[in-house]
């Protein structure tokens, strides 16, 4: 019930096309929705993150759609640039669950020029 | 604003021995955790600290343990090395109750 299941394990883009990755979540306790965005040697960077009240959240090229009824979210990475390529983990956390963020199991992205 | 720091960088130890990580956090925050990473995983939540207590932990053994001091700075210590520790280590910072926690840039400990 703890678990974030993120997919695809990789994808592969052309420069200028959209990214989307896609996560699923059980806990319904969880009430934070964030995105990090990490390059090799380096710690994770959050990106964006959303509230279940909302469906949508847009920032720049980056937006979050999310489904409560179906337990699932997803980043959309529009006009993906080659600076884009990194590993993107979704995660989650409830205001009750002490601080521990799930996170899911990583997307590789690699944005083709 | 230095954001969220850790050190050391990198950490090679061998198996059997002990190692203490440093992380300080960012200005204005009062809540550290801590996550343990593998190669090719995402992060796993060791355990946190909120006024110098440990608030939460993860499904992690005693060998883990931690500390904050009283400038909200925190340390991880390691005890009786395996080769299995070997990872990243992640120290994130926020409010505490914030949903949104900043990492740091990681020590990398390898054991041998």
């Known amino acids: 019930q703890q678990q974030v299941k993120q997919s695809p394990q990789s994808l592969i883009v052309q420069k200028g096309g959209i990214s989307i990755i896609n996560c699923a979540y059980e806990?319904?306790?969880?009430?934070?929705f964030p995105w990090y965005q990490q390059f090799p040697g380096k710690g994770p960077a959050l990106l964006i993150a959303?509230?279940?009240?909302?469906s949508e959240k847009k920032e720049g090229r980056f937006t979050i759609s999310f489904n409560k009824s179906a337990k699932q979210f997803s980043l959309h990475i529009m006009d993906s640039q080659p600076g884009d390529s990194a590993t993107y983990f979704c995660a989650a956390i409830g205001y009750n669950q002490g601080g521990k963020l799930i996170f899911g199991q990583g997307t590789e992205l690699s944005v083709k020029p | 604003d230095a954001g969220v720091t850790q050190s050391p960088t990198h950490l090679i130890k061998t198996r059997g021995q002990q190692v203490t990580l440093r992380c300080s956090p960012k200005s204005g925050h009062d809540t550290v955790s801590w996550y343990q990473q593998a190669l090719g995983q995402g992060p796993q939540f060791i355990f946190q600290?909120?006024?110098?207590?440990?608030?939460q932990r993860g499904n992690f053994p005693d060998r883990f343990s931690g500390h904050q001091f009283p400038n909200y700075s925190s340390e991880l210590n390691v005890n009786a090395l395996l080769l299995g520790d070997s990872a990243l280590y992640l120290c994130?910072?926020?409010?505490?109750?914030?949903?949104?926690?900043?990492f740091g840039p990681g020590t990398r400990l390898t054991v041998l």
């Open positions: 600290y909120y006024e110098e207590e440990e608030r």
């Open positions: 994130a910072s926020s409010l505490l109750h914030a949903g949104e926690q900043f």
């Open positions: 959303i509230r279940p009240d909302v």
């Open positions: 806990n319904t306790a969880f009430d934070y």
